[in-house]
């Protein structure tokens, strides 16, 4: 009956990943839509914000190379700024356009019932793991992908409650995606009885808020990947460069995103300390000591101190822009490290991985 109900989530688990990854094409093509209508919406607005800015610069009869006054208020408004006005309005009219109609697309209805039915099955294919372990599906490496990716897609789902955050679909679907594909090629293991040090209550409270905040990290790391593409895309805009991702002019400015990704990440970061504190609680409970320098809780610190000092240093030093999205990514790639490789190929007190 174990055996039987572990197989059966397996088989849950595919159909969700293959609902996802239609819901990832659909969110695909949503972006490609709104780059197709950006392009459009760009054609029909610079014709006339280029009349208009000659008009300013050369009113009718007006001498062309004469400039009655000399002041600075009569002069011609310098190419740079003029530039920077029309790329201005550019962007507020394309964003203006597409983002309004965007969410009713047919597209982004399918991605949104896509991804919510496949998170259905995906709850399904945990709920049955945890009754074939009789305990929570969390034990073991295949056991937290599992549950990882989960709580990922339903800290996505949540989060569009309050945020207008569907245009990151792609970059959450794909990432759980990637994990899970190589969770399903590397790390599954049968159900098997809990070692005695993770017989302990602490495995539901330690384990789910640490699941919380990877979550909520990688929320994060999707943000400010597309603040630093935004960056670029708007530095391109005000330079008259060609710009590489249409879709961009949709998405909010670069400095909605960095606002977005530091409230996203600090919800992370109280999690993560909540497990820092829960871990070392644990540690005692289990070997007598709060604190061991074991490779696993070293790790766990090098997370909590990177997000920290994203934190502190865009709070109090100013570190906007380019360089506080690189600490968040920077951040993020640590957790991956923490639960790819520190799980997988050191050994120690955790070594819980199953493999």
């Known amino acids: 009956m174990t055996e039987t109900l ?142 990882g990716t989960l709580v990922i897609i339903g800290v996505f789902l949540i989060a569009n409650l309050k945020w207008p955050i569907a245009y990151v679909g792609t970059f959450v679907l794909g990432l759980v995606l990637v994990l899970q594909g190589i969770a399903l090629l590397r790390y599954y293991v049968p159900v098997v009885p809990l070692q005695p040090a993770l017989q302990s209550y602490w495995l539901v409270i330690h384990i789910i808020v640490a699941v919380l905040g990877t979550a909520f990290f990688a929320l994060g790391f999707a943000l400010s990947g597309l603040q630093l593409l935004q960056y670029r895309r708007e530095r391109q805009v005000v330079e008259s460069r060609p710009q590489q991702f249409r879709f961009l002019a949709t998405l909010p400015s670069s400095v909605a995103l960095e606002n977005l990704a530091y409230r996203i990440n600090i919800v992370g970061f109280i999690a993560w300390t909540f497990t820092l504190i829960a871990g070392a609680i644990w540690a005692e409970k289990a070997w007598g000591r709060y604190w061991g320098w074991d490779t696993k809780e070293v790790w766990t610190f090098i997370i909590w101190v990177i997000y920290a000092g994203y934190i502190h240093a865009r709070a109090t030093r100013g570190w906007r822009g380019s360089r506080s999205a690189w600490l968040a990514i920077i951040g993020f790639a640590a957790v991956l490290f923490n639960f790819g490789i520190v799980n997988v190929f050191f050994h120690g007190l955790h070594a819980y991985s199953g493999l």
């Not at 093509?29 to 919406?41: C, E, N, S, Y």
């Not at 209805?109 to 305990?135: E, Y």
């Open 6 to 147: 572990a197989q059966l989530s397996t088989v849950f688990l595919y159909a969700a990943m293959g609902l996802y990854a239609a819901a990832f094409i659909a969110f695909a093509l949503d972006l490609a839509r709104r780059g197709a209508r950006a392009t459009a919406v760009e054609a029909a607005v610079v014709p006339s914000a280029v009349a208009r800015r000659a008009e300013v610069a050369a009113p009718v009869g007006a001498g062309a190379t004469t400039v009655i006054g000399g002041g600075p208020s009569d002069a011609p408004p310098e190419p740079s700024s003029a530039l920077g006005r029309l790329s201005s309005r550019i962007s507020s009219r394309v964003e203006d356009d597409l983002v309004a109609g965007s969410a009713n697309s047919l597209s982004m209805r399918w991605a949104f019932a896509l991804t919510i039915v496949g998170f259905a099955f995906h709850l399904v294919a945990v709920v049955l793991r945890g009754i074939a372990a009789a305990r929570v599906p969390w034990a073991n490496m295949w056991e937290f992908s599992m549950t």
